[in-house]
C-alpha cells in the first residue's frame, strides 16, 4: 500500500469491561477497527487511496473529513517517496487544518532492495512535522502501533483538558518503534 490512508473517528465510549485500562487492543472488521485505548474505544473507519491516486478529485473526497491520514510510502521505490510531498501539498490545501499526519515507510522488510534510507523517511517527516517510523504489512512491524498512535492522539484531542495528561504523538512514536532487524549499507 502506497499513497494515502485516512482515518475518522466515527464513535468512542467507554471500554468493555473485558478490556483492561492501558492495555490496547484491536478489533479490525473490514474497515473498521476499534482501538481501546486508556479505557476507551476509538473506532477508526479506515479507507485506502487504492491507486486512485491520479483521480484527484476522487481523493479530494476521501481525505477531505479525515481526522487523521496515514502518507505511505515503499522504501524499495523512489517514486513512491518522492510522491510524499505532492500529498503534503494537497493535505494542506484541501485537508483538515488539524489532521493528524503520520509518515510511514513501508516494506521494512525487503532490505535488499531498499532505495530510501530510513533517515531520508527522518529527515522528510523533521521537515514536515509528522511522526515518522518504518513499517511491514508483511511482518507487521510497527503497524498496529501506528493505529493506536493515530488513536491515541484523536481520542487526546476528544477529551482534551487544561489539567489532563499531556499526549505528544512524536514522543510517543519515537520512543515504541521497532527499527528493522537487518540493515542496509546504504
Ligand atoms: N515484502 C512486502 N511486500 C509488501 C508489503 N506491503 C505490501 N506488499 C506487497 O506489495 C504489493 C503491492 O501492495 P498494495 O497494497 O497493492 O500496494 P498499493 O500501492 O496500495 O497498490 P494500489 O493501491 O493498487 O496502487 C503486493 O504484492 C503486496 O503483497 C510489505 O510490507 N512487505
Redesign the pocket.
Known amino acids: 500500500?502506497?499513497?494515502m490512508s485516512g482515518a475518522a473517528v466515527t464513535r468512542d465510549g467507554e471500554a468493555p469491561e473485558d478490556s483492561p485500562p492501558c492495555s490496547p487492543s484491536y478489533d479490525v472488521t473490514g474497515k473498521n477497527k476499534v482501538v481501546t485505548v486508556d479505557g476507551v474505544r476509538v473506532k477508526l473507519q479506515i479507507w485506502?487511496?487504492?491507486?486512485q491516486?491520479r483521480f484527484r478529485s476522487v481523493t479530494h473526497a476521501y481525505y477531505r473529513d479525515a481526522q487523521a491520514l496515514l502518507l505511505?510510502y515503499?522504501i524499495t521505490n523512489k517514486s513512491?517517496f518522492d510522491n510524499i510531498r505532492a500529498w503534503l501539498t494537497e493535505i494542506h490545501e484541501y485537508a483538515q487544518r488539524d489532521v493528524v499526519i503520520m509518515l510511514l515507510g513501508?516494506?521494512?522488510?525487503?532490505s535488499n532492495e531498499r532505495v530510501i534510507r530510513s533517515e531520508d523517511g527522518e529527515t522528510l517527516a523533521r521537515e514536515y512535522g509528522v511522526p515518522f517510523m518504518e513499517?511491514?504489512?508483511?511482518?507487521g512491524m510497527n503497524v498496529e502501533l501506528a493505529f493506536l498512535a493515530i488513536a491515541k492522539e484523536l481520542k487526546y484531542r476528544a477529551l482534551w483538558q487544561p489539567d489532563g495528561p499531556h499526549f505528544q504523538i512524536r514522543d510517543f512514536v519515537e520512543s515504541q518503534k521497532k527499527q528493522p532487524s537487518c540493515c542496509s549499507f546504504l
Open positions: 500500500m502506497t499513497g485506502d487511496t487504492a491507486g491516486e505511505l515503499d513512491s513501508n516494506k521494512a522488510d525487503v513499517t511491514s504489512a508483511k511482518t
